[in-house]
């Protein structure tokens, strides 16, 4: 089989055409799902085998030096290959492009604003406090130190006297879906946590460091210290820096863990994993399948969370539906499994009602949902199983 004759088989199933889809596109479909539970990319070499083991199976009567020409084509049309993995992208990334570049006259969509949870704070007696519960500027008294709270989105600890015992103190900061929230620190950080996150943190820093414990995603403006260096943990990796800005994602929902660098530099070890990294603003440290790497961040991307967008560049409809889920408190279903590899474009608000955002994913191509209470079922538009 040809790259061309694939690309187009590829093209004609995921717009609905149920005869495209054999052996072989199955082998092809099976390994790119394959790739996705590994949150890895696809081996040109690989996929090919697959492939090709597929054709043999079904085509016994396929002669020696036939198979012979076709492996002999294999270096020749890797960069194809690739555009062939890539096929079910090319089709879907225009249509975005034109959600996100709509004529500024168009009638805006009205802004629904998603009701937060409750924000959970735990106090080293560990005693809980619902944040929001509490009265606007409210004070709680912690150890040596002030906790002043605004109910609406922000606490912030103020520092009152050494403790006396010298005893470290940690607070743990807990963020449930549909929520954000921004706490500052005792020594004047401050951190944008993200929905379903958690953050646990001294009241006060002593030692010879500032160290604190992440789940989920933060953004941290770090107050600057030439003394006690600040150290994020998460899972175990840990982001150093003395006075900077960066985002820490953590989910590990895809596998993998980054920290990307707006500001200053910061450096980048994690447990298991040989070597470091120093970063550069603009870039992320990847770790994955027990490796460190560097690339480059688009930071509008990465932080966009905490200026309350979603911003989608050339990504999955899986990769975007584990954001959907956090913020909305849904789950998705995948009735059909081709429907993960659709790829996105576009820009919208996170206040956006859940109905609002899946429309406007539906406007750009082949793609459908039914909403149901909490969970959302994903189909082709050519399902059949849509009129069930």
Known sequence: MSTEELYNRLNEY?????????????????????????????????????????????????????????????????????????????????????WLRQPATEKALPVVVTQ?????????????????????????????????????????????????????RYNVLQVPRSSEFQIQLA?????????????RYPVNFSGDERRVFLKGEAYFEVARDTILPFRVEASGMVVEALGTAFNVNAYGDDGCLRAALAEGKVRVTCEGVRGECILEPGEQAVVHEGQLSVETADLQDVTAWKEGRFVFTDMPLETIVRQLERWYDVRFDFY????????????????????????????TTNVQFKIYDSKVEVFRKTSPRLNE
């Not at 995921?14 to 696809?42: I, Q």
């Not at 020594?187 to 953050?199: I, Q, R």
């Open 116 to 168: 937060p949870r409750e924000v959970v704070l735990t106090l080293a007696s560990g005693e809980t406090v619902k944040v929001q519960q509490l009265q606007e500027q409210a004070t709680l008294r912690e150890g040596n130190a002030d906790i002043v709270v605004d109910t609406a989105s922000f606490i912030a600890y103020r520092r009152t006297a050494a403790a006396a015992d010298g005893e470290v």
């Open 336 to 363: 059909d499994p081709a429907a993960k590899y659709y790829r996105f474009t576009g820009v919208t608000k996170r206040h956006n009602s859940l109905e609002e955002v899946l429309a406007l994913l539906e406007e």
């Open 187 to 199: 020594d004047g950080t401050l951190v944008w946590l993200n929905s379903a996150s958690e953050l």
């Open 14 to 98: 995921l717009a609905g055409n149920e005869d495209a889809r054999d052996e072989e596109l199955e082998a092809l479909l099976r390994y790119l799902d394959e790739c996705r539970g590994k949150a890895c990319p696809p081996d040109a070499e690989k996929m090919w085998a697959r492939i090709e083991e597929a054709i043999a199976r079904g085509k016994q009567g396929m002669q020696a030096e036939e198979r012979k020409t076709v492996r002999q084509k294999k270096a020749v049309r890797r960069l194809g290959l690739w555009m062939a993995a890539a096929a079910i992208a090319v089709p879907l990334a225009v249509g975005c492009w034109w």
